[in-house]
């Protein structure tokens, strides 16, 4: 079974500059998540999506930051304009659904550097 | 009050030794609760759900003290391969809604 995948796996880019990072999450799975994983730290939740809704944005730094997931499948999260303290690997994680607990699954994530 | 806690360590422990991390949560609506994995530069990967009764799978088990709000790992017989970061998650409500990670704990085994 394809796992999630995630492009690009690096990218540095100067302050103020954009950038935007896609996610494929594995078929049928109806949950979506991005996660900031600063170095030392442990993941933070950026934006979940139940098909393409947004479930829970709450941590989602909206006036650089966003994120669509349209037709429910894949995603892209976009910063606009990076900041230095935006370092930091950016994982896509996807499971089942909301009706159940079920186990989320990591893209190998994408990291950035802020210069 | 972060509302994931746990001691960063890291760990030093010696091959066949015993192990154990502790998590505490603040949020009295978390409904489940999971360890992770994370491998140097890698991604996080499930190593076990925490039920309320405990559970157990081979050198690994977990458990969960709801009145006292926190979360348990105990690995026992370490291995070299178990050097790594173990992540505690909890979750508010169901289906993974609200998740919080841990900021980890570092866990290194010495031959």
């Known amino acids: 079974e394809a796992g999630v995948a995630q492009s690009p796996r690096y990218k540095i880019i100067e302050k103020r500059q954009s950038v935007a990072f896609w996610c494929n999450p594995i078929?049928?799975?109806?949950?979506l998540y991005w996660y900031q994983q600063i170095l030392g730290q442990g993941p933070k939740l950026l934006i979940q999506f139940q098909n393409n809704g947004v479930v829970d944005d709450s941590q989602l730094p909206k006036d650089r930051f966003s994120a669509e997931r349209l037709k429910g499948v894949d995603s892209t999260l976009k910063i606009q304009p990076a900041k230095l303290e935006d370092s930091a690997v950016y994982l896509c994680?996807?499971?089942?659904?909301?009706?159940?607990?079920?186990?989320?699954?990591f893209g190998q994530g994408t990291r950035l550097t802020v210069v | 009050r972060k509302e994931v806690e746990q001691d960063p360590g890291p760990f030093n422990v010696p091959e066949g030794a015993t192990v154990a991390f502790n998590c505490t949560y603040s949020?009295?609506?978390?409904?489940?609760f999971f360890w992770y994995r994370q491998d140097c530069r890698k991604e996080p990967k499930l190593l076990m759900s925490?039920?309320?009764s405990g559970n157990e799978d081979g050198r690994f088990t977990a458990q969960l003290n709801r009145a006292s709000q926190y979360i348990s790992l105990l690995i026992r017989d370490s291995k070299l391969s178990d050097s790594a970061t173990y992540l505690c998650?909890?979750?508010?409500?169901?289906?993974?809604?609200?998740?919080?990670f841990g900021t980890g704990t570092k866990l290194q085994v010495i031959p």
């Open positions: 994680a996807s499971s089942l659904g909301a009706e159940r607990n079920t186990e989320a699954f």
């Open positions: 998650v909890a979750v508010e409500g169901w289906g993974y809604q609200k998740v919080t």
């Open positions: 949020n009295s609506a978390s409904q489940s």
């Open positions: 078929s049928g799975h109806a949950t």
């Open positions: 925490v039920y309320s």
